[in-house]
């Protein structure tokens, strides 16, 4: 004997389109306002970046490298900026300058407002159990949902262009900076924090003096991340109308244009590089950072902050750091 079933489908898709164009009409001043204050901050960036002489963004960039990670990756960026069209009286390069420096504007935005957002975003989850739980399948459905699904509600939302890639890429590219954020803190050992409430600092010197210091290498690390993230989506924003290097990906994806989508490519791996070393390089610097950090010399860094600043009793101690 079989069993029969009656089928029920689910019209998630129906629910989509009708959901989607809802939000759009009684959402847009809002959408609008978010969009306003990024897409000026991109023109902005993307105009200096762009009109700034050849020579001196090379050597801007040569320089940052330097201070950041030593000769040889400020070596490595010269040759390799170079080679993409910056400043360069000895090798032969491909002519993607201003596309280079629109596809760093782009990522550069989208990075800075990740932090913005992950970053407090992080400090909450650090501090509520009950708030990361909630948080934890957003995240995990932000970084398995397919990249190319993001830029439907975007489009719609957002619209075509630049913006509409920055806001795409934040929302592919954020998750690690949350976490890791999170991660950071909670790694703190209790010991220190109790140590420091002893001292007689409030939460906010608790937070801004102690764990977030401590936990600045993690932090960073979210960063790297998500700078690498937001670098895989060039392309994929590119296929909107957002600027930069994936144009020639795309280009030679639609064409066939195997020369094109090489130019593109080899760009994106050249900047990815030298964005990777510097940012894993500004990490690495502060050693204070690091979350293997042992007890005994994170109660002896906590006990000297107070005895530097002279405090004349423990409630009024505060710690500050080197």
């Known amino acids: 004997m079989k069993l029969l079933l009656a089928e029920t489908i689910i019209p998630l898709n129906d629910w989509v389109d009708d959901f989607v164009p809802w939000l759009s009409r ?6 609008q306002a978010l969009k306003s204050p990024v897409d000026w901050f991109f023109d902005i960036l993307n105009s200096a970046l762009v009109d700034m002489p050849d020579l001196l963004g090379w050597a801007l960039l040569a320089l940052v490298a330097w201070k950041l990670a030593g000769w040889r990756v400020a070596l490595f960026t010269a040759v390799s900026m170079g080679l993409l069209g910056g400043w360069n009286p000895v090798l032969p390069h491909i002519d993607v300058w201003d596309a280079t420096m629109t596809t760093l504007a782009l990522v550069a935005t989208a990075v800075i ?10 400090i909450v989850a650090s ?20 990249s190319f699904v993001y830029l439907i509600p975007v489009v719609m939302l957002i619209g075509l262009g630049a913006v509409g890639g920055v806001f795409a890429t934040v929302v592919f590219a ?30 906010r010197q608790v937070l801004f003096d102690v764990q977030i210091p401590l936990a600045m290498r993690t932090i960073m690390a ?55 070393r510097m940012t894993q390089s500004l990490g690495e610097a502060n050693e204070n950072a690091s ?32």
């Open 26 to 31: 009684n959402s847009r001043d809002f959408f």
């Open 291 to 322: 979350p293997t950090l042992s007890l005994r010399k994170a109660l002896q860094w906590v006990s000297n902050l107070r005895i530097k600043l002279g405090a004349g009793s423990l409630a009024e101690a505060s710690i500050k750091p080197r």
């Open 113 to 122: 407002l990740s932090v913005v957002i992950g970053v407090p975003v992080g």
């Open 222 to 276: 979210g960063v790297n991340q998500t700078l690498m993230l937001s670098l895989s989506m060039v392309v994929i924003a590119s296929m909107i109308g957002a600027p930069g290097l994936g144009v020639f990906v795309r280009q030679g994806i639609n064409a066939l244009d195997y020369g094109s989508g090489a130019v593109g490519g080899v760009g994106i791996v050249l900047l990815a590089i030298v964005l990777d």
């Open 127 to 146: 501090g509520s159990n009950r708030f990361e739980s909630l948080l934890r399948p957003i995240l995990d459905a932000m970084q398995t949902t397919p």
């Open 174 to 203: 954020i998750a690690p900076m949350i976490r890791l954020t999170n991660l950071g803190i909670r790694q703190v050992d209790h010991e220190v924090v109790e140590a420091a409430h002893a001292f007689g600092a409030t939460k």
